[in-house]
């Protein structure tokens, strides 16, 4: 039982180091999760937190967290929080601007948007097989291990 135990610890370590949070452990660079999901990223008040998988999610008011307690499936981004264009194109995680995303069926995409490069637009251009791809490199190098 003991080492069933830390079999199941060790697994959820190491796939919470695939995360993008920052040194306190906040995803999404302290955003609301649910704010996307309203059309407009808001950032998030340490206030109204909750944790989640190894993350420590940020709110902008009381019902958006009662919200994502509720399904937080659904709200979380997509590839631990990391650029989806990368994940696609390379497989490797990339910061994001948390103001770049797209929702696609219900899921939420971050995506690197700094010194004009924003890969929001060719993800759009190709966004299927990128998709594909960034689905498989995410489940084949990072959750997988």
């Known amino acids: 039982m003991i080492k069933f ?38 950032a998030g008040q340490s206030g109204y937190f909750y944790q989640f998988e190894g993350a420590r999610y940020y709110f902008s008011s009381s019902e958006n967290l009662e919200i994502f307690k509720l399904t937080p499936e659904k709200y979380v981004p997509q590839y631990g929080g990391w650029c989806a264009y990368a994940m696609g194109e390379t497989g490797d995680k990339v910061k994001i601007d948390p103001e770049t995303f797209r929702i696609t069926d219900g899921k939420l995409y971050l995506f690197y948007n700094f010194r004009g490069n924003n890969t929001l637009i060719p993800w759009k251009q190709n966004e299927l097989p990128l998709m594909e791809k960034a689905n498989k490199n995410w489940n084949t190098k990072y959750v997988s291990d």
């Open 5 to 42: 135990f830390s079999l199941i610890t060790l697994v959820f370590l190491m796939q919470e180091g695939h995360l993008n949070l920052d040194k306190q452990g906040v995803a999404m660079e302290g955003y609301d999760p649910v704010s996307y999901f309203n059309g407009k990223p808001t």
